[in-house]
């Protein structure tokens, strides 16, 4: 124990802390320039250590910045069934990363104390890295702050974000949810892809075709290493290999979503689907240009409405009465609320901005899907939920069509990876729903229109003023800014606002949504005007948009 302790201290002196800097653990772990990073990645190794023999099971840990530019950097833990570590040891990781050089174990003491943690007890960590030039050192700061603690680490090289949580989970279901390789993660996705397409026939290589934005990331990588494998049911022109171009730069799911344009370095031509990953491919969006070259982008709304409907229809044919719902945020758009509720007949649960919030919110259902806006997103499935699907498939008195619909549910379980939002999966259930509905990328988006929207950003002296409730879609404080947002949403048709601080800076950021484009920013520019005046707004008054 002493021993362990003072090669702690010996190697933390290898990646010292700068006196003074404070970081916090927020929904994407932290990030920020990678020269402020070394010190965090060995403490993040230690804190994964001692997780581990907290649960007994092997952890995560990802070094990545997902969508942020290349000279940042990040680090993610991951908990043993895939999911995102829990909030109380997110307050671990902060008081860890903060503690000054001589202060450290006193901290780490603090946590094993607290959380009574069995130091003899083996530890197991699963590190994987994206492929900035600074992921490397980074990734080996964690491993040494794992060896400082007697840990053992796993080093999966480059992986994106979602394969590094299907690792881990299928190391701690003993192989149950799938072999805990690269080649195993490929292996069961395209094989449940290729199940899922092989009833339907004469695809042409039109259909079959579709253009991939790798955003110069670690998606690209994976998705040339999978090519070979779908054997040419799904025929993929990749761009943004990481060849030439910087990662992210004009490119990839974030650039496509707030740009509301085609990335840089792909080649359109109209009518043809494309889809863009994020930087660590765990999120993705669709988008085509039309015959007259006007843009379309197919959101992670649109994407859940597809699935959803899928779903929907497959339950209805395999006549399972299995409980389903879509959560969503207050960002989804208004017109995808309505078709799903209205049409669709699916429950629609709203909760708070952040992955883990619609995660858990969907373990409430059978089966939950949930997709944020920016195209993070999957479908959970309740055990007992695979069961019965399983029974079905299985079962030998059913007629044909509800067989088929059990077997179709049991693939698309299989090609969604139910551990956090994966671009590959959620491409590959995409591309197969379309191949099976016979859909081209123009009718999926005029399932229902979106309602113009506006997103702008008011700066303010202290984002804390601000508080809400009802899934962040009212303001509770301060006094009298929800009356101002409610007034003025009643001047427009089929009009909705909110607003919500920022997770990360101080800035409140302002949603508005009506029946047309003007109206849209003519309601956002005047709730940013209250927000402004009610909220402590600092610099000029907003300006209207021209």
Same mark, same amino acid.
């Given at each position: 124990m002493m021993s362990q302790f003072q090669e702690v201290l010996k190697q933390s002196g290898l990646h010292p802390k700068p006196a003074g800097l404070v970081l916090q653990y927020g929904t994407a772990g932290f990030r920020t320039n990678a020269k402020q990073l070394d010190h965090i990645m060995f403490r993040m190794g230690l804190l994964a250590t001692l997780r581990s023999r907290k649960t007994k099971a092997t952890i995560g840990v990802m070094v990545t910045a997902s969508h942020n530019p290349e000279e940042d950097n990040g680090v993610k833990l991951i908990d043993p069934m895939g999911e995102m570590v829990t909030p109380t040891w997110e307050g671990y990781a902060t008081q860890?990363?903060? $503690?000054?050089? #001589?202060?450290?174990?006193?901290? +780490?003491?603090?946590v094993i104390e607290k959380e009574a943690i069995d130091m003899s007890q083996e530890a197991d960590v699963f590190v994987g890295k994206d492929t900035r030039s600074s992921s490397a050192s980074l990734s080996q700061a964690v491993m040494d702050g794992v060896s400082a603690?007697?840990?053992?680490?796993?080093?999966?090289?480059?992986?994106?974000?979602?394969?590094?949580?299907?690792?881990?989970?299928?190391?701690?279901?003993?192989?149950?949810?799938?072999? $805990?390789?690269? #080649?195993?993660?490929?292996?069961? +996705?395209y094989q449940a892809f290729i199940q899922l397409t092989k009833s339907v026939s004469n695809r042409t290589d039109d259909q079959k075709h579709l253009s991939v934005d790798g955003a110069n990331g670690i998606g690209a990588l994976k998705v040339r290493e999978m090519e070979a494998h779908l054997k040419k049911e799904l025929q993929i022109s990749l761009f943004n290999d990481g060849s030439k171009g910087k990662l992210n730069h004009q490119c990839g799911a974030d650039f496509v979503k707030v740009q509301q344009k085609p990335p840089t370095g792909v080649e359109m031509n109209p009518g043809e689907r494309?889809?863009?990953f994020d930087g660590d491919a765990d999120r993705i969006v669709y988008y085509f240009i039309d015959s007259e070259g006007q843009f379309h982008l197919l959101d992670g709304d649109k994407i859940a409405t597809l699935i959803s409907t899928f779903l929907?229809?497959?339950?209805?044919?395999?006549?399972?009465?299995?409980?389903?719902?879509?959560v969503q945020t207050a960002y989804a758009n208004g017109s995808s609320t309505r078709y799903l509720e209205d049409t669709m007949q699916v429950i629609v649960r709203c909760t708070k901005t952040g992955v883990k919030h619609l995660h858990h919110a969907a373990q409430e259902f059978d089966i939950g899907v949930y997709f944020e806006a920016n195209g993070h997103g999957t479908v959970l499935f309740s055990k007992a939920a695979e069961e019965i699907i399983q029974h079905l498939a299985e079962d030998a008195n059913i007629n044909d069509e509800r067989k088929r619909a059990a077997r179709m549910l049991q693939n698309t379980i299989n090609v969604i990876n139910q551990t956090v939002g994966d671009a590959i999966a959620d491409m590959l259930l995409i591309e197969a729903i379309l191949a099976i509905k016979g859909m081209t990328i123009q009718q999926w988006d005029s399932i229902y229109s979106d309602l113009p929207n506006r997103q702008l950003k008011v700066k303010v002296a202290d984002r804390r003023v601000i508080d809400t409730a009802d899934a962040e879609r009212r303001a509770v404080s301060p006094a009298g800014l929800q009356d101002a947002i409610d007034s003025l949403v009643k001047k427009y048709r089929k009009a909705r606002s909110f607003v919500r601080p920022s997770g990360t800076e101080d800035v409140v950021r302002v949603y508005a949504e009506a029946e047309t484009q003007e109206s849209a920013d003519d309601l956002a520019h005047k709730v940013s005007l209250a927000v402004y005046r009610l909220a402590g707004g600092v610099g000029g008054e907003p300006k209207q948009l021209l």
């Open positions: 860890l990363a903060n $503690a000054e050089q #001589e202060d450290l174990l006193t901290a +780490l003491k603090d603690l007697g840990g053992h680490s796993k080093d999966y090289g480059l992986v994106t974000t979602p394969q590094l949580h299907y690792m881990v989970c299928c190391q701690n279901t003993k192989g149950k949810y799938g072999d $805990a390789t690269v #080649e195993g993660y490929y292996s069961k +996705l494309c889809c863009s929907k229809e497959l339950l209805t044919q395999a006549g399972l009465d299995l409980k389903m719902g879509a």
